[in-house]
């Protein structure tokens, strides 16, 4: 087991409570809300406590905290209990510097738009404009704003329903799907960090099929005791649907790739751990079923 440190929330200063919190759920992603208050001056601001929470209705939540040294509230907040209408724009790295500077405290009426360099463009069904530069923006009505607490810090939910979608065309598939290479998003980390969603850090897990696998639990305990399989790997074998027979176990042996490994293999030791060592390769290449008749020989 690995040792661990427990900590109360309360016996943190709040700096030291934000840091643990922001640092341990990352990545997350960014809501860049361009925003308007009643007499027409616009505000851009991005927020990383944010995420997309139901499809029908479509709503996504945002909040904008009370800022912890002052507790005073943010101009979108402020905004939107005024004019309760935004636009989430999506942030990818081709406008993550400019994202950031958006951020800085400018006085209240100053666009960052205009500091950012970043063009507005009219939205249809709402007042406040969205960044022309982003790959999907979202026209949005508040529907809601849930205040958590009223010390610096609190967060405030801004909960708001999708009345428009635009997608930039270059961000699609052939099938007219969005291509997460093509939308190149970044997301916020703790501190200073963030990261950047390209070919490098995505991967594809298959969702589990409408037949249900057997689970970790069903497989042999020789299997899932192993100290060479990973939790992963695992997970991976527990979407099989059932265990292959001693028959289809027994035909491993006359495959020629294993007859020329296990020909080195003088105990039985060594040969089950050259079986495992195959299984794992099979694993990675996505043959589960060459995988589990592997690791059953090994038993």
Same mark, same amino acid.
């Given at each position: 087991?690995?040792?661990?440190?427990?900590?109360?929330?309360?016996? #943190?200063?709040?700096?030291?409570?934000?840091?643990?919190?922001?640092?341990?759920?990352?990545?997350?992603?960014?809501?860049?809300?361009?925003?308007?208050?009643?007499?027409?001056?616009?505000? #851009?601001?991005?927020?990383?406590?944010?995420?997309?929470?139901?499809?029908?209705?479509?709503?996504?939540?945002?909040?904008?905290?009370?800022?912890?040294?002052? %507790?005073?509230?943010?101009?979108?907040?402020?905004?939107?209990?005024?004019?309760?209408?935004?636009?989430?724009?999506?942030?990818?790295?081709?406008?993550?510097?400019?994202?950031?500077?958006?951020?800085?405290?400018?006085?209240?009426?100053?666009?960052?738009?205009?500091?950012?360099?970043?063009?507005?463009?009219?939205?249809?069904?709402?007042?406040?404009?969205?960044?022309?530069?982003?790959?999907?923006?979202?026209?949005?009505?508040?529907?809601?704003?849930?205040?958590?607490? %009223?010390?610096?810090?609190?967060?405030?939910?801004?909960?708001?329903?999708?009345?428009?979608?635009?997608? %930039?065309?270059?961000?699609?598939?052939?099938?007219?799907?969005?291509?997460?290479?093509?939308?190149?998003?970044?997301?916020?980390?703790?501190?200073?960090?963030?990261?950047?969603?390209?070919?490098?850090?995505?991967?594809?897990?298959?969702?589990?099929?409408?037949?249900?696998?057997?689970?970790?639990? =069903?497989?042999?305990?020789?299997?899932?005791?192993?100290?060479?399989?990973?939790?992963?790997?695992?997970?991976?074998? =527990?979407?099989?649907?059932? #265990?292959?027979?001693?028959?289809?176990?027994?035909?491993?042996?006359?495959?020629?790739?294993?007859?020329?490994?296990?020909?080195?293999?003088?105990?039985?030791?060594?040969?089950?751990?050259?079986?495992?060592?195959?299984?794992?390769?099979?694993?990675?290449?996505?043959?589960?079923?060459?995988?589990?008749?592997? #690791?059953?020989?090994?038993?």
């Amino acid at each position: 087991m690995n040792d661990l440190k427990t900590i109360d929330p309360k016996s #943190l200063s709040l700096p030291e409570l934000h840091a643990y919190l922001i640092s341990a759920v990352a990545p997350r992603p960014i809501a860049f809300a361009s925003t308007m208050n009643d007499s027409g001056s616009v505000n #851009l601001s991005p927020f990383s406590f944010f995420n997309v929470f139901s499809s029908n209705p479509p709503i996504m939540i945002f909040s904008a905290s009370r800022r912890g040294r002052d %507790n005073t509230t943010k101009d979108t907040l402020e905004n939107v209990q005024k004019r309760p209408e935004v636009v989430i724009n999506v942030v990818n790295y081709a406008i993550v510097e400019q994202m950031s500077l958006a951020s800085a405290e400018y006085p209240q009426g100053v666009n960052e738009f205009t500091k950012s360099g970043l063009t507005e463009v009219p939205s249809l069904k709402v007042a406040p404009p969205r960044v022309a530069e982003s790959p999907v923006s979202f026209e949005c009505k508040v529907n809601k704003i849930i205040p958590l607490g %009223n010390k610096g810090g609190a967060g405030n939910l801004i909960i708001c329903e999708v009345l428009l979608m635009h997608i %930039n065309t270059n961000c699609l598939d052939d099938a007219g799907k969005i291509n997460p290479e093509k939308m190149d998003v970044v997301a916020r980390m703790g501190g200073n960090w963030y990261c950047r969603a390209n070919m490098q850090s995505m991967f594809e897990i298959a969702k589990p099929s409408s037949k249900v696998g057997m689970g970790i639990d =069903g497989l042999p305990h020789h299997i899932r005791d192993s100290e060479l399989l990973s939790g992963n790997e695992l997970g991976k074998l =527990g979407h099989i649907e059932k #265990l292959p027979s001693p028959e289809e176990v027994q035909l491993v042996y006359d495959m020629l790739e294993v007859k020329s490994l296990l020909k080195y293999e003088k105990d039985k030791k060594s040969r089950n751990t050259t079986l495992i060592r195959m299984a794992k390769e099979k694993l990675a290449a996505e043959n589960l079923e060459l995988a589990i008749r592997l #690791l059953m020989a090994a038993g």
